[in-house]
């Protein structure tokens, strides 16, 4: 199989795992805005996204170091070893940030005990999750990656189905995650029969990952920055009801993580299997353009249809999220295309360049946040994070060329069908607009959308559609 060919499908195996789960979960979304208190869901978003600052700080990024030097190992032995290293910094460097947690948090006696509890069980479940999720990766364990977050997903579903028909808090909702979190990765152990990788400390090998998971810290921590520092900032500058309202427009740009995240998954392994032959930057440059074009579909998409997604799927009390969508949504587009220039950084094991390019958007981030958050609030937020994106990504593009040249595509085309669809979204806050004129813009705004969508895929569609008939007369022609 070609490499393109084993991409799409570690692609597909880890979306089949995923994706039907995560669109549970957004069907659950009008649940989450009938039952809980706006405060409350943004103190829940606030620790889940204070937890992707801590757990790079507690672990070094040493399960991605572990993922990286896996894909090279060869034998038990070395598997091993790696995998021994991973555990002895992780279990260290869990135990220090226990009592750290609690000091911290009692000192500034916010929250009760039992917050604080859920609170320290929580980070430790994210850092267990994660190291399940690198070791099964690193393994080329896919179907069983794909597996287990299927599995990790219904247990959160219904656990937080039943948190939120019951008792609906910040504090239950984390408790349900971290429950869910623990189960999944401990079947993730046992699958893989985890005690038979453990062994003794080896300090070159150890020295050898912390060289390159240390670099990675800085970058994870300045894109938990640019999330977090507009979270904690709208908190305390604003109100925890903004942040909810912020949390909730978040929502739906999620979704383009979430697709995108499929294929970034399988990506990074991709890309570091490439690295050593001849023809890889032919390779890189055609997923590139691939990549790039669904992934401005899906983002044009999903602001075509929020007109009529969103009164369906969110409460009346977060009607105010309607508005930032489109600005997070074009943000989160350029996040994941500057993580696509991260996959080849990482591939040349060059992780210096990440941490440097995402700190520098990280300060930029805070400093318009601090400057107009009490001008003009939730904005700020807004703008502060799709500059702070757009930044990585024209950083990491002039860095690439040290290693190769991506070719782009042309501009014009998708400008204007953004500014098209952008215009048609809005135009629900032009005064005195009847609301038929409103549906008919919208409706015509997400035909153009679906069409142009179809056009510049057209070469990945047909090339899909031949697949499946081939497959068909395959398996026909064995009956």
Same mark, same amino acid.
């Given at each position: 199989?070609?490499?393109?060919?084993?991409?799409?499908?570690?692609?597909?195996?880890?979306?089949?795992? *995923?994706? !039907?789960?995560?669109?549970?979960?957004? #069907? =659950?979304?009008?649940?989450?805005?009938?039952?809980?208190?706006?405060?409350?869901?943004?103190?829940?978003?606030?620790? +889940?996204?204070?937890?992707?600052?801590?757990?790079?700080? &507690?672990?070094? =990024?040493?399960?991605?170091?572990?993922?990286? $030097?896996?894909?090279?190992?060869?034998?038990?032995?070395?598997?091993?070893?790696?995998?021994?290293?991973?555990?002895?910094?992780?279990?260290?460097?869990? @135990?220090?940030?226990?009592?750290?947690?609690?000091?911290?948090?009692?000192?500034?006696?916010?929250?009760?005990?039992?917050?604080?509890?859920?609170?320290?069980?929580?980070? #430790?479940?994210?850092?267990?999750?994660?190291?399940?999720?690198?070791?099964?990766?690193?393994?080329?364990?896919?179907?069983?990656?794909?597996?287990?977050?299927?599995?990790?997903?219904?247990?959160?579903?219904?656990?937080? %189905?039943?948190?939120?028909?019951?008792?609906?808090?910040?504090?239950?909702?984390? /408790?349900?995650?971290?429950?869910?979190?623990?189960?999944?990765?401990?079947?993730?152990?046992?699958?893989?029969?985890?005690?038979?990788?453990?062994?003794?400390?080896? *300090?070159?090998?150890?020295?050898?990952?912390? *060289?390159?998971?240390?670099?990675?810290?800085?970058?994870?921590?300045? /894109?938990?920055?640019?999330?977090? !520092?507009?979270?904690?900032?709208?908190?305390?500058?604003?109100?925890?009801?903004?942040?909810? %309202?912020?949390?909730? +427009?978040?929502?739906?740009?999620?979704?383009?993580?979430?697709?995108?995240?499929?294929?970034?998954?399988? /990506?990074?392994?991709?890309?570091?299997?490439?690295?050593?032959?001849?023809?890889?930057?032919?390779?890189?440059?055609?997923?590139?353009?691939?990549?790039?074009?669904?992934?401005?579909?899906?983002?044009?998409?999903?602001?075509?249809?929020?007109?009529?997604?969103?009164?369906? $799927?969110?409460?009346?009390?977060?009607?105010?999220?309607?508005?930032? %969508?489109?600005?997070?949504? #074009?943000?989160?587009?350029?996040?994941?295309?500057?993580?696509?220039?991260?996959?080849?950084?990482?591939?040349?094991?060059?992780?210096?360049?990440?941490?440097?390019?995402?700190?520098? +958007?990280?300060?930029?981030?805070?400093?318009?946040?601090?400057? @107009?958050?009490?001008?003009?609030? &939730?904005?700020?937020?807004? $703008?502060?994070?799709? &500059?702070?994106?757009?930044?990585?990504?024209?950083?990491?593009?002039?860095?690439?060329?040290?290693?190769?040249?991506?070719?782009?595509?042309?501009?014009?085309?998708?400008?204007?069908?953004?500014?098209?669809?952008?215009? +048609?979204?809005?135009?629900?806050?032009?005064?005195?607009?009847?609301?038929?004129?409103?549906?008919?813009?919208?409706?015509?705004?997400?035909?153009?959308?679906?069409?142009?969508?179809?056009?510049?895929?057209?070469?990945?569609?047909?090339?899909?559609?031949?697949?499946?008939?081939?497959?068909?007369?395959?398996?026909?022609?064995?009956?």
């Amino acid at each position: 199989m070609s490499h393109k060919g084993e991409l799409v499908k570690n692609t597909v195996i880890i979306a089949i795992g *995923k994706l !039907s789960t995560q669109v549970l979960s957004y #069907i =659950l979304l009008p649940l989450y805005t009938a039952k809980m208190v706006v405060s409350e869901y943004g103190t829940f978003d606030l620790v +889940a996204t204070l937890s992707l600052f801590l757990c790079p700080v &507690i672990t070094l =990024l040493m399960e991605e170091a572990m993922f990286r $030097f896996l894909i090279d190992a060869e034998g038990v032995k070395e598997k091993k070893k790696i995998i021994s290293q991973t555990i002895i910094y992780t279990v260290i460097g869990t @135990l220090v940030f226990i009592p750290l947690a609690v000091l911290v948090l009692n000192i500034l006696n916010i929250y009760p005990p039992s917050f604080i509890l859920v609170f320290i069980v929580f980070i #430790i479940s994210n850092i267990i999750i994660n190291l399940s999720n690198a070791l099964a990766r690193g393994l080329s364990e896919i179907k069983l990656y794909s597996l287990s977050n299927f599995i990790l997903g219904i247990i959160t579903l219904a656990l937080t %189905i039943v948190v939120l028909l019951t008792k609906p808090s910040a504090e239950t909702l984390l /408790w349900a995650d971290a429950i869910a979190n623990i189960l999944t990765a401990s079947f993730v152990f046992i699958k893989l029969g985890m005690n038979k990788y453990i062994g003794k400390p080896d *300090k070159e090998k150890m020295t050898e990952m912390v *060289k390159y998971s240390l670099p990675l810290v800085p970058n994870s921590i300045s /894109w938990s920055i640019i999330n977090m !520092s507009d979270r904690l900032i709208l908190t305390a500058m604003v109100s925890s009801q903004a942040n909810g %309202i912020y949390a909730m +427009a978040n929502k739906f740009p999620n979704i383009i993580n979430v697709l995108y995240g499929y294929f970034y998954t399988a /990506w990074k392994e991709s890309a570091a299997r490439i690295v050593k032959e001849e023809n890889k930057a032919k390779y890189y440059n055609s997923i590139y353009h691939d990549m790039k074009k669904f992934l401005y579909s899906v983002t044009l998409l999903l602001i075509a249809v929020m007109p009529f997604a969103f009164p369906i $799927f969110i409460n009346g009390q977060y009607d105010e999220a309607y508005i930032y %969508i489109p600005i997070v949504m #074009i943000a989160t587009y350029y996040s994941n295309l500057s993580s696509f220039y991260g996959g080849i950084f990482s591939a040349y094991k060059d992780t210096k360049i990440m941490g440097t390019t995402t700190f520098v +958007a990280a300060t930029i981030n805070l400093i318009i946040d601090l400057a @107009l958050v009490k001008f003009i609030g &939730i904005y700020a937020a807004c $703008f502060s994070t799709l &500059i702070a994106n757009v930044i990585v990504y024209y950083y990491r593009k002039y860095k690439l060329k040290r290693y190769m040249k991506l070719k782009e595509l042309q501009l014009l085309g998708p400008v204007t069908m953004m500014i098209i669809v952008c215009l +048609a979204y809005y135009t629900k806050y032009i005064t005195g607009i009847p609301m038929a004129i409103y549906w008919v813009i919208n409706i015509i705004s997400f035909a153009l959308a679906i069409l142009y969508s179809i056009a510049i895929n057209k070469k990945i569609i047909v090339t899909l559609v031949d697949k499946i008939k081939s497959k068909r007369r395959g398996t026909s022609d064995e009956n």
